[in-house]
C-alpha cells in the first residue's frame, strides 16, 4: 500500500514493489466482484453463497461449526441457514451423536436448480482458471497451490483478528 509521506514522492510501507502490490490488489478486488456477481445471478447474497460454498467444500456440518468456519456469531449463522432452509438449498437434521445438535447439509437437488447442475454458475470462472493454471509446468503449479493454501491460511487468519478487535458495524446510508 502506498501513502505520501508529507515530504515528497509516494513511499512504499511494504516489501512488496509497487508493481506488485497493485497486481494483487487488482486480483483480489477481482475475486470479490466476481463473488458478489455469482451470488447476485444465484439470487442470493456474499455471505450465503459462501456458506454453500463452504458446505459443499466440507459437507454437513453443525450450525456451531459453521459459525467457526465462516467467523460468523451464531446468532448471524442461525439467520443465515433460515433463509438457506426457507429457499429450499439446506436442510437441517439432528445430529445422530447429539440429538440436541442439529446437522447442516445442502439440498443438492434445489442447489442444482437454483445454481446449475454441476455448478454451471461458477463454469465459466472454474474452466479459465482451470486452463490457467493447467498452462504451468507441474514445479510452477506446485507453488501455485501452495500460496494458495498459505494465502488462505493468511487471510482466515487475518479475519478473525480484525473479527476480535473490531467495533459494531456502523449503519450504512
Do not use: C
Not at 455469482?38 to 439470487?43: M, P, Q, S
Not at 450465503?48 to 460454498?53: E, F, H, T, V
Not at 451423536?97 to 445442502?106: A, K, S
Request: glycine share 6%; hydrophobic share 35%.
Amino acid at each position: 500500500m502506498e501513502q505520501q509521506d508529507g515530504a515528497g514522492p509516494t513511499v512504499n510501507r511494504w516489501e512488496l514493489s509497487a508493481y506488485e502490490n497493485r497486481v494483487f490488489r487488482e486480483y483480489v478486488s477481482a475475486m470479490v466482484f466476481h463473488g458478489q456477481v455469482t451470488a447476485d445471478a444465484a439470487g442470493l447474497n456474499a455471505t450465503d453463497l459462501y456458506a454453500l460454498n463452504l458446505l459443499d467444500l466440507i459437507g454437513e456440518v453443525t450450525a456451531g461449526e459453521l459459525a467457526r468456519r465462516t467467523g460468523l456469531t451464531t446468532g448471524a449463522v442461525t439467520k443465515l441457514v433460515d433463509r438457506l432452509a426457507s429457499a429450499g438449498l439446506v436442510s437441517r437434521r439432528p445430529d445422530p451423536q447429539d440429538r440436541r445438535r442439529v446437522r447442516i447439509g445442502i439440498v443438492d437437488t434445489e442447489a442444482d436448480e437454483r445454481l446449475g447442475s454441476s455448478g454451471e454458475l461458477f463454469a465459466p470462472i472454474a474452466s479459465r482458471l482451470d486452463r490457467l493454471i493447467s498452462a504451468y509446468p507441474e514445479p510452477e503449479r506446485t507453488i501455485l497451490m501452495r500460496f494458495f493454501e498459505r494465502a488462505t491460511e493468511e487471510l482466515s487468519s487475518a479475519t478473525r483478528e480484525i473479527q476480535s478487535t473490531s467495533r459494531p458495524p456502523r449503519p450504512r446510508h
